[in-house]
């Protein structure tokens, strides 16, 4: 994920001549955490997708590729979970879900990645 800024910003964003290190706002990465996480969780499920469509571990649900699943990882789709936990704008909820699942199902929990 690239942002890009003006270099009006520079200063505000304590960017170095060679623009190597950044560092952000606390308000500004409150404000853009869930979306950054929402495009990484995005852009790893596709990448682990990909990869299992060449290694032959997906099963396929009918004749359509989009519904087939991996089912070699459950930490893939706790992090569906998560990622449309925050695509609907209830992370918060996921996060507090989450802590139930770990107290009442600790071996569960771990292999959903939560």
């Given at each position: 994920m690239a942002l890009?800024?003006?270099?009006?910003?520079?200063?505000e964003f304590n960017i170095n001549v060679a623009?190597?290190?950044?560092?952000?706002?606390?308000?500004?990465?409150?404000m853009l955490a869930?979306?950054?996480a929402d495009v990484c969780a995005q852009a790893g499920a596709r990448y682990r997708r990909d990869q299992n469509r060449g290694s032959g571990e997906q099963l396929e649900l009918g004749d359509r590729?989009?519904?087939?699943?991996?089912?070699?990882?459950?930490?893939?789709?706790?992090?569906a979970l998560k990622s449309?936990?925050?695509?609907?704008?209830h992370y918060d909820a996921?996060?507090?879900?989450s802590k139930?699942?770990?107290?009442n199902s600790p071996d569960l929990a771990k292999?959903?990645?939560l």
């Open positions: 890009d800024f003006d270099t009006d910003l520079d200063d623009k190597m290190r950044v560092t952000m706002p606390h308000q500004l990465k409150k869930r979306s950054v590729a989009a519904d087939s699943i991996s089912i070699s990882n459950g930490a893939e789709v706790g992090l449309a936990a925050a695509q609907s704008g996921f996060l507090e879900m139930i699942i770990r107290k292999q959903l990645g």
